[in-house]
Protein backbone atom coordinates (compact mmCIF):
# COMPACT_ATOMS: atom_id res chain seq x y z
CA UNK A 1 0.00 0.00 0.00
CA UNK A 2 1.21 3.63 -0.67
CA UNK A 3 2.73 6.02 2.15
CA UNK A 4 0.13 8.00 4.05
CA UNK A 5 0.66 11.14 1.19
CA UNK A 6 0.94 13.95 3.65
CA UNK A 7 1.88 16.96 2.54
CA UNK A 8 5.30 18.15 2.43
CA UNK A 9 6.63 19.42 6.03
CA UNK A 10 7.70 22.61 6.83
CA UNK A 11 11.60 21.48 6.09
CA UNK A 12 10.75 19.52 2.53
CA UNK A 13 8.83 22.17 1.29
CA UNK A 14 11.92 24.31 2.09
CA UNK A 15 14.12 21.63 0.47
CA UNK A 16 12.05 21.95 -2.47
CA UNK A 17 11.76 25.89 -3.06
CA UNK A 18 15.56 26.12 -2.36
CA UNK A 19 16.08 23.51 -5.52
CA UNK A 20 13.87 25.65 -7.22
CA UNK A 21 15.39 28.87 -6.59
CA UNK A 22 19.14 27.31 -6.78
CA UNK A 23 18.46 25.67 -10.48
CA UNK A 24 16.20 28.53 -12.08
CA UNK A 25 18.89 31.37 -10.73
CA UNK A 26 21.62 29.01 -12.59
CA UNK A 27 19.72 28.53 -15.52
CA UNK A 28 19.12 32.10 -15.86
CA UNK A 29 23.05 33.24 -15.06
CA UNK A 30 23.74 30.96 -18.29
CA UNK A 31 21.21 32.20 -20.32
CA UNK A 32 22.56 35.59 -19.72
CA UNK A 33 26.53 34.94 -20.76
CA UNK A 34 24.64 33.03 -24.17
CA UNK A 35 24.89 29.66 -23.28
CA UNK A 36 21.23 28.49 -24.88
CA UNK A 37 22.53 26.25 -26.92
CA UNK A 38 26.08 25.52 -24.81
CA UNK A 39 24.87 21.80 -23.77
CA UNK A 40 24.42 20.62 -27.28
CA UNK A 41 27.22 17.68 -28.16
CA UNK A 42 28.36 17.21 -31.46
CA UNK A 43 29.36 14.04 -30.04
CA UNK A 44 27.89 10.76 -31.82
CA UNK A 45 28.32 8.61 -28.99
CA UNK A 46 27.41 11.42 -26.07
CA UNK A 47 24.26 11.99 -28.12
CA UNK A 48 23.47 8.13 -28.66
CA UNK A 49 23.69 7.56 -24.80
CA UNK A 50 21.58 10.81 -23.85
CA UNK A 51 19.24 9.59 -26.99
CA UNK A 52 18.84 6.77 -24.49
CA UNK A 53 17.95 8.47 -21.56
CA UNK A 54 15.60 10.98 -23.14
CA UNK A 55 13.35 8.10 -24.04
CA UNK A 56 12.60 7.98 -19.70
CA UNK A 57 10.63 11.00 -21.03
CA UNK A 58 8.16 9.04 -23.32
CA UNK A 59 4.60 9.02 -23.03
CA UNK A 60 4.76 5.07 -23.29
CA UNK A 61 7.46 4.81 -20.17
CA UNK A 62 5.05 6.64 -18.04
CA UNK A 63 1.82 4.46 -19.20
CA UNK A 64 3.94 1.29 -18.32
CA UNK A 65 4.96 2.94 -14.81
CA UNK A 66 1.07 3.47 -14.33
CA UNK A 67 0.42 -0.18 -15.24
CA UNK A 68 2.80 -1.19 -12.81
CA UNK A 69 2.06 0.98 -9.95
CA UNK A 70 -1.64 -0.12 -10.61
CA UNK A 71 -0.98 -3.77 -10.98
CA UNK A 72 1.38 -4.61 -8.12
CA UNK A 73 1.39 -2.01 -5.51
CA UNK A 74 -1.33 0.01 -4.93
CA UNK A 75 -4.60 1.33 -7.48
CA UNK A 76 -5.03 4.92 -5.37
CA UNK A 77 -1.38 5.84 -6.21
CA UNK A 78 -1.35 4.68 -9.38
CA UNK A 79 -4.95 6.72 -10.37
CA UNK A 80 -2.77 9.91 -8.69
CA UNK A 81 0.66 9.02 -10.51
CA UNK A 82 -1.48 9.29 -14.26
CA UNK A 83 -3.76 12.70 -12.97
CA UNK A 84 -0.40 14.43 -12.44
CA UNK A 85 1.01 13.16 -15.68
CA UNK A 86 -2.07 14.32 -17.64
CA UNK A 87 -2.37 17.65 -16.03
CA UNK A 88 0.87 18.53 -16.52
CA UNK A 89 0.96 17.13 -20.13
CA UNK A 90 -1.84 19.04 -20.82
CA UNK A 91 -0.73 22.43 -19.62
CA UNK A 92 2.22 21.64 -21.55
CA UNK A 93 0.53 21.52 -24.52
CA UNK A 94 -1.43 25.12 -23.78
CA UNK A 95 1.50 26.83 -23.07
CA UNK A 96 3.44 25.25 -26.53
CA UNK A 97 0.80 26.51 -28.44
CA UNK A 98 0.69 29.82 -26.97
CA UNK A 99 3.71 30.70 -26.77
CA UNK A 100 4.99 28.89 -30.45
CA UNK A 101 8.62 28.84 -29.65
CA UNK A 102 10.97 27.44 -32.36
CA UNK A 103 13.08 24.42 -31.64
CA UNK A 104 16.90 24.81 -31.99
CA UNK A 105 18.55 24.89 -35.76
CA UNK A 106 19.40 21.72 -34.86
CA UNK A 107 15.74 20.12 -34.82
CA UNK A 108 13.96 19.62 -37.85
CA UNK A 109 10.52 20.24 -36.60
CA UNK A 110 8.78 23.88 -37.77
CA UNK A 111 10.51 26.01 -40.13
CA UNK A 112 13.66 24.13 -39.37
CA UNK A 113 15.71 22.02 -42.21
CA UNK A 114 18.65 21.10 -41.20
CA UNK A 115 18.50 17.70 -40.25
CA UNK A 116 19.32 16.81 -36.48
CA UNK A 117 22.54 14.64 -35.74
CA UNK A 118 20.86 12.22 -33.00
CA UNK A 119 18.11 11.43 -34.95
CA UNK A 120 15.36 12.94 -33.10
CA UNK A 121 12.65 14.97 -35.04
CA UNK A 122 10.16 16.55 -33.07
CA UNK A 123 7.03 18.04 -34.53
CA UNK A 124 6.12 20.10 -31.82
CA UNK A 125 7.12 23.45 -30.46
CA UNK A 126 10.16 24.26 -28.25
CA UNK A 127 8.76 26.09 -25.11
CA UNK A 128 8.49 24.75 -22.29
CA UNK A 129 10.27 21.30 -23.13
CA UNK A 130 7.47 18.42 -22.94
CA UNK A 131 10.12 15.84 -21.68
CA UNK A 132 11.47 17.72 -18.71
CA UNK A 133 7.62 19.02 -17.51
CA UNK A 134 7.04 15.38 -17.73
CA UNK A 135 9.67 13.53 -16.15
CA UNK A 136 9.11 16.59 -12.92
CA UNK A 137 5.27 15.76 -12.63
CA UNK A 138 5.78 11.96 -12.66
CA UNK A 139 9.31 11.33 -11.41
CA UNK A 140 8.68 13.97 -8.99
CA UNK A 141 5.30 12.80 -7.62
CA UNK A 142 6.76 8.77 -7.32
CA UNK A 143 9.59 10.92 -4.76
CA UNK A 144 6.77 12.48 -3.12
CA UNK A 145 5.29 9.07 -2.42
CA UNK A 146 8.37 7.52 -1.76
CA UNK A 147 10.07 10.79 0.01
CA UNK A 148 10.70 9.23 3.53
CA UNK A 149 13.35 6.78 1.50
CA UNK A 150 16.33 9.39 0.55
CA UNK A 151 17.92 6.68 -1.93
CA UNK A 152 14.91 6.53 -3.92
CA UNK A 153 14.22 10.35 -3.99
CA UNK A 154 18.24 10.78 -4.84
CA UNK A 155 18.01 7.87 -7.84
CA UNK A 156 14.90 9.91 -9.47
CA UNK A 157 16.05 13.50 -8.59
CA UNK A 158 19.02 12.21 -10.82
CA UNK A 159 16.56 10.72 -13.59
CA UNK A 160 14.69 13.96 -13.98
CA UNK A 161 18.14 15.62 -14.11
CA UNK A 162 19.27 13.73 -17.24
CA UNK A 163 16.48 13.52 -18.84
CA UNK A 164 16.13 17.61 -18.85
CA UNK A 165 20.08 17.49 -19.92
CA UNK A 166 19.20 14.90 -22.44
CA UNK A 167 17.01 17.51 -24.39
CA UNK A 168 19.90 20.00 -24.71
CA UNK A 169 22.49 17.48 -25.55
CA UNK A 170 20.39 15.88 -28.64
CA UNK A 171 19.70 19.23 -29.94
CA UNK A 172 16.09 19.15 -29.73
CA UNK A 173 15.94 21.41 -26.91
CA UNK A 174 18.06 24.74 -25.92
CA UNK A 175 18.28 25.54 -22.17
CA UNK A 176 15.35 27.87 -21.90
CA UNK A 177 12.88 25.58 -23.00
CA UNK A 178 14.56 22.93 -20.13
CA UNK A 179 13.85 25.98 -17.80
CA UNK A 180 10.62 26.52 -18.75
CA UNK A 181 9.57 22.46 -18.62
CA UNK A 182 11.34 22.23 -14.92
CA UNK A 183 9.71 25.40 -13.50
CA UNK A 184 5.94 24.81 -15.01
CA UNK A 185 6.65 21.10 -14.15
CA UNK A 186 7.64 22.02 -10.49
CA UNK A 187 4.67 24.50 -9.69
CA UNK A 188 1.93 21.81 -11.28
CA UNK A 189 3.55 19.21 -8.75
CA UNK A 190 3.27 20.87 -5.84
CA UNK A 191 -0.29 22.56 -6.91
CA UNK A 192 -1.32 18.94 -7.37
CA UNK A 193 -0.09 17.19 -4.24
CA UNK A 194 -2.09 19.96 -1.83
CA UNK A 195 -4.93 19.87 -4.11
CA UNK A 196 -5.91 16.30 -4.87
CA UNK A 197 -6.45 15.11 -1.22
CA UNK A 198 -9.41 17.65 -1.26
CA UNK A 199 -10.44 16.74 -5.05
CA UNK A 200 -10.30 13.19 -4.19
CA UNK A 201 -12.35 13.46 -0.63
CA UNK A 202 -15.33 15.53 -2.61
CA UNK A 203 -15.07 13.13 -5.93
CA UNK A 204 -15.58 10.53 -3.29
CA UNK A 205 -18.42 11.56 -1.70
CA UNK A 206 -20.51 11.24 -5.28
CA UNK A 207 -22.72 8.54 -5.85
CA UNK A 208 -21.47 6.40 -9.15
CA UNK A 209 -23.27 8.08 -11.98
CA UNK A 210 -22.58 11.47 -10.95
CA UNK A 211 -19.13 10.23 -10.69
CA UNK A 212 -19.23 8.80 -14.10
CA UNK A 213 -20.61 11.74 -15.61
CA UNK A 214 -18.36 14.16 -14.13
CA UNK A 215 -15.44 12.30 -15.63
CA UNK A 216 -17.08 11.96 -18.87
CA UNK A 217 -17.86 15.86 -18.74
CA UNK A 218 -13.96 16.87 -17.47
CA UNK A 219 -12.18 14.99 -20.10
CA UNK A 220 -14.45 16.36 -23.23
CA UNK A 221 -14.22 20.16 -22.25
CA UNK A 222 -10.19 19.56 -21.46
CA UNK A 223 -9.92 17.53 -24.97
CA UNK A 224 -12.56 19.86 -26.81
CA UNK A 225 -11.11 23.43 -25.31
CA UNK A 226 -7.92 22.15 -26.40
CA UNK A 227 -8.69 21.16 -30.27
CA UNK A 228 -10.82 23.92 -30.73
CA UNK A 229 -8.70 26.71 -29.37
CA UNK A 230 -5.77 25.31 -30.78
CA UNK A 231 -6.70 23.35 -33.90
CA UNK A 232 -3.30 22.78 -35.83
CA UNK A 233 -1.99 21.36 -32.19
CA UNK A 234 -0.40 18.02 -32.33
CA UNK A 235 -0.64 18.03 -36.80
CA UNK A 236 2.50 16.50 -38.08
CA UNK A 237 4.86 19.16 -39.56
CA UNK A 238 7.31 16.57 -41.06
CA UNK A 239 6.45 15.01 -44.60
CA UNK A 240 6.54 11.68 -42.57
CA UNK A 241 5.57 10.35 -39.44
CA UNK A 242 8.33 10.38 -36.42
CA UNK A 243 9.35 7.19 -34.14
CA UNK A 244 8.23 7.31 -30.95
CA UNK A 245 6.82 10.58 -31.56
CA UNK A 246 3.02 10.65 -30.67
CA UNK A 247 1.47 14.48 -31.38
CA UNK A 248 -1.87 15.71 -29.90
CA UNK A 249 -1.70 15.97 -25.98
CA UNK A 250 -5.30 17.43 -26.11
CA UNK A 251 -6.15 13.69 -27.27
CA UNK A 252 -3.50 11.99 -24.70
CA UNK A 253 -4.91 13.24 -21.63
CA UNK A 254 -8.88 13.62 -22.58
CA UNK A 255 -8.39 10.01 -24.06
CA UNK A 256 -6.99 9.19 -20.76
CA UNK A 257 -9.18 11.03 -18.20
CA UNK A 258 -12.31 9.39 -19.79
CA UNK A 259 -11.19 5.53 -20.41
CA UNK A 260 -9.01 5.14 -17.42
CA UNK A 261 -11.62 7.33 -15.01
CA UNK A 262 -14.20 5.75 -15.66
CA UNK A 263 -12.59 2.08 -15.26
CA UNK A 264 -11.23 3.17 -12.16
CA UNK A 265 -14.54 4.16 -11.16
CA UNK A 266 -16.18 1.13 -12.06
CA UNK A 267 -13.09 -1.20 -10.85
CA UNK A 268 -13.58 -0.40 -7.27
CA UNK A 269 -17.25 -0.36 -7.42
CA UNK A 270 -17.71 -3.89 -8.43
CA UNK A 271 -14.05 -5.57 -9.70
CA UNK A 272 -12.35 -4.27 -6.10
CA UNK A 273 -8.96 -6.05 -6.95
CA UNK A 274 -6.32 -5.07 -4.43
CA UNK A 275 -2.55 -6.01 -5.20
CA UNK A 276 -1.61 -5.60 -1.26
CA UNK A 277 -3.39 -8.84 -0.85
CA UNK A 278 -1.16 -10.82 -3.29
CA UNK A 279 1.85 -12.61 -2.46
CA UNK A 280 4.83 -11.63 -4.93
CA UNK A 281 4.44 -14.34 -6.99
CA UNK A 282 1.29 -13.60 -8.21
CA UNK A 283 2.08 -10.11 -8.28
CA UNK A 284 4.19 -11.05 -10.78
CA UNK A 285 1.86 -13.26 -12.85
CA UNK A 286 -0.41 -10.48 -13.05
CA UNK A 287 2.31 -7.93 -14.24
CA UNK A 288 3.45 -9.38 -16.63
CA UNK A 289 -0.03 -10.69 -18.19
CA UNK A 290 -1.16 -6.73 -17.73
CA UNK A 291 2.10 -5.82 -19.78
CA UNK A 292 1.36 -8.48 -22.59
CA UNK A 293 -2.29 -7.25 -23.10
CA UNK A 294 -1.93 -3.88 -22.73
CA UNK A 295 1.41 -3.75 -25.05
CA UNK A 296 -0.35 -5.59 -27.62
CA UNK A 297 -3.39 -3.10 -27.14
CA UNK A 298 -1.34 -0.07 -27.32
CA UNK A 299 0.53 -1.00 -30.39
CA UNK A 300 -2.31 -2.25 -32.45
CA UNK A 301 -3.85 0.83 -32.13
CA UNK A 302 -0.73 2.50 -33.26
CA UNK A 303 -0.34 0.00 -36.22
CA UNK A 304 -3.69 1.29 -37.75
CA UNK A 305 -3.44 4.70 -36.36
CA UNK A 306 -2.31 5.84 -40.15
CA UNK A 307 -5.13 4.41 -41.92
CA UNK A 308 -7.61 7.22 -40.22
CA UNK A 309 -5.61 9.00 -37.96
CA UNK A 310 -7.01 12.32 -35.98
CA UNK A 311 -7.32 13.78 -32.64
CA UNK A 312 -10.46 11.71 -32.64
CA UNK A 313 -8.85 8.03 -32.93
CA UNK A 314 -6.06 9.49 -31.10
CA UNK A 315 -8.46 10.63 -28.16
CA UNK A 316 -10.81 6.94 -28.72
CA UNK A 317 -7.28 4.97 -28.85
CA UNK A 318 -5.92 6.45 -25.29
CA UNK A 319 -9.48 5.96 -23.64
CA UNK A 320 -9.26 2.13 -24.71
CA UNK A 321 -5.82 2.13 -23.43
CA UNK A 322 -7.02 3.58 -20.25
CA UNK A 323 -10.08 1.77 -20.06
CA UNK A 324 -8.00 -1.84 -20.54
CA UNK A 325 -5.85 -1.09 -18.18
CA UNK A 326 -8.49 0.27 -15.44
CA UNK A 327 -11.04 -2.21 -15.49
CA UNK A 328 -10.73 -5.34 -18.09
CA UNK A 329 -7.09 -6.09 -16.75
CA UNK A 330 -7.94 -6.37 -12.81
CA UNK A 331 -11.15 -7.91 -13.88
CA UNK A 332 -9.01 -10.76 -15.38
CA UNK A 333 -6.80 -10.97 -12.47
CA UNK A 334 -9.49 -11.39 -9.93
CA UNK A 335 -10.52 -14.34 -11.97
CA UNK A 336 -7.30 -15.90 -12.69
CA UNK A 337 -6.16 -15.33 -8.92
CA UNK A 338 -9.58 -16.63 -7.77
CA UNK A 339 -9.17 -19.88 -9.69
CA UNK A 340 -5.76 -20.28 -8.14
Known sequence: MSENNKNLNKNELITVSVIFVVVLVLGLILLGLGLNEAFYSSSSTIRSIFKAITYLGEPIVFIV???????????RFAKNLA????????????FKDIFMDPRPATNVGGE??????????????????GHTQSAVGTWGYIGYDFRKRLYIVIILGIIMFLVAISRMIVGVHDLQDVIGGFSIGLIVLLLFTYLEPYGTE??????LPIKLIVIVVVSLVLFL???FLFPTSGTDLLPTPVAFTDTGSFSLV???LLGFGIAYVLENEYVKYEPSKLD????????????VILFVVYFALEAIRGLFDSVFYRFARYAIVGFVLGYLAPLLFVKLNKIQ
Do not use: C, H, Q, R
Request: no cysteine; aromatic share 16%.
Open 65 to 75: MVAVFYIIYDK
Open 83 to 94: LSLVFTVYLNEF
Open 112 to 129: VTVDNPAGLEETSYGFPS
Open 202 to 207: KFNALN
Open 225 to 227: LGI
Open 254 to 256: GGV
Open 280 to 291: MKWKIINLVIGL
